[in-house]
């Protein structure tokens, strides 16, 4: 008797809904849908890289929202609290709140962090004007999330010996950046803010960028108060100095002060005398060595008549 009760109990009964539903209806009650949310029920990605300007092509995006709407839904998932955390679409969200909307259409995904952040990620490096900076922390948050995952690879992430391939070697196939050059990004964010901003506005050129940013944050601040009082910036080569001699214990303000104000080879001035103003006075078939050799004697010439003069 006992037996056959436990029988009885291991019995799974379908639903009315199980029974009269079909199998297409069941799909599609699994399916993504597109909802109209709250904007106010939607919160930035946590440590979102990408800058949302309200630019002129922002304007103009409000503007089209005005018009037509948001065309191409956002991509949220859902909050233990029962908001939303946006993960793709922060300038259609930001163009949304300009047009004067409530709400947003978004597709609802149940995500976890690290596949959260790679959509993320992949979603804002299509666009067509990215800064260093939104590169650098980009890559760098992506192949974190990579590496994380990297402990449950995918048979497509694994060569044909067998071998799963290092993280940043495929996120290198994936942007179409080297490693070493991911890599160099990455550094980027060792910089300080005030120094990355001038690395943005391309006040200071990538490759000494990366250089300095193996500075301490303190040499790093000397760095920056020496710029703006002295109106310069480093080249590679005195950017590779400095390095050198943060490494070495051997770097503070005036050891800057003197790397940054000596006079660089493409800074000194140059001497241009226009051609029509001198061509007249040398045959037409002296040649332009001929032409300097002639102007530096005559110059010579003029130099020993003045210190004769000086010398009565």
Not at 27 to 36: F, I, S, Y
Request: glycine letters at 4%; one cysteine or more.
């Amino acid at each position: 008797m006992a037996a056959k009760d436990d029988r009885r109990a291991s019995i799974k009964l379908s639903t009315v809904d199980d029974l009269f539903s079909t199998d297409e209806s069941r799909a599609d009650a699994q399916r993504e849908k597109v909802m109209e949310i709250p904007l106010a029920e939607i919160s930035e990605f946590p440590g979102h890289p990408f800058k949302v300007k309200a630019d002129e092509a922002m304007l103009e995006m409000a503007d089209s929202v005005k018009q037509y709407g948001v065309l191409v839904p956002g991509l949220v998932r859902p909050k233990p609290d029962g908001s939303y955390e946006l993960v793709a679409g922060h300038r259609r969200k930001k163009a949304s709140e300009l047009a004067g909307a409530e709400t947003m259409p978004c597709i609802v995904r149940e995500l976890d962090d690290d596949q959260a952040t790679i959509i993320m990620v992949d979603s804002n490096l299509q666009r067509e004007n990215i800064s260093a900076s939104e590169k650098a922390f980009a890559y760098k948050m992506k192949l974190e999330a990579m590496k994380r995952q990297a402990g449950r690879p995918s048979k497509e992430n694994v060569s044909q010996l067998g071998t799963q391939k290092r993280s940043d070697q495929l996120l290198a196939e994936q942007v179409g950046d080297s490693r070493n050059q991911i890599q160099r990004y990455i550094r980027l964010t060792e910089l300080t803010p005030t120094i990355l901003e001038m690395v943005d506005e391309k006040q200071i050129a990538f490759n000494p960028a990366v250089e300095l940013s193996y500075l301490s944050e303190k040499e790093q601040q000397d760095l920056y108060e020496t710029m703006q009082s002295e109106d310069c910036t480093p080249s590679l080569a005195q950017a590779q100095r400095m390095k050198k001699l943060s490494q070495d214990g051997r770097l503070n303000m005036d050891v800057i002060f003197s790397i940054l104000t000596e006079e660089k080879p493409n800074q000194k001035e140059k001497l241009h005398i226009q051609r029509e103003r001198i061509d007249r006075f040398f045959p037409r078939e002296f040649t332009e060595k001929q032409k300097e050799d002639l102007i530096v004697q005559l110059l010579e010439g003029w130099y020993r008549k003045r210190q004769r003069e000086h010398e009565r």
